[in-house]
Nanobody, 128 residues
Framework: DVQLQASGGGLVQAGRSLRLSCATS????????ITWFRQAPGKEREGVSS????????YYADFVKGRFTISSENGKNTVYLQMNSLRPEDTAVYYC?????????????????????WGQGTQVTVSS
């Protein structure tokens, strides 16, 4: 059974950095994608960044390009989201999610209903 556990959130000042981790288990091969979503109060949950493990492909939402980096560490089955130059508008609960056989997604990596597995959220708060 696939399980995801997000961690690493916290309270930081604008301009600082945080690294989120998504520990995964239960995958039988590398044919899956891990995507970070976030949800701010009163807003829809939105896709932030995705990594397609077997393809080595990464995607970023425009609002984080150049600031956030997604990566994976195979030996630890963990996906990271390095968040630099944080802004108050990055404040949200961040979730990691997984989908198997993601080739069919392509540019649709931000479609929430495509994801079968979700971790619990981790709160990121950026003060101005």
């Amino acid at each position: 059974d696939v399980q995801l556990q997000a961690s690493g959130g916290g309270l930081v000042q604008a301009g600082r950095s945080l690294r989120l981790s998504c520990a995964t288990s239960g995958f039988t091969d590398d044919d899956y994608a891990i995507t970070w979503f976030r949800q701010a109060p009163g807003k829809e949950r939105e896709g932030v960044s995705s990594i397609f493990k077997s393809l080595g492909t990464t995607y970023y939402a425009d609002f984080v390009k150049g600031r956030f980096t997604i990566s994976s560490e195979n030996g630890k089955n963990t996906v990271y989201l390095q968040m630099n130059s944080l802004r108050p508008e990055d404040t949200a609960v961040y979730y990691c999610a997984a989908v198997l056989s993601p080739r069919h997604l392509g540019s649709g990596w931000r479609i929430r209903r495509a994801y079968d597995y979700w971790g619990q959220g981790t709160q990121v708060t950026v003060s101005s």
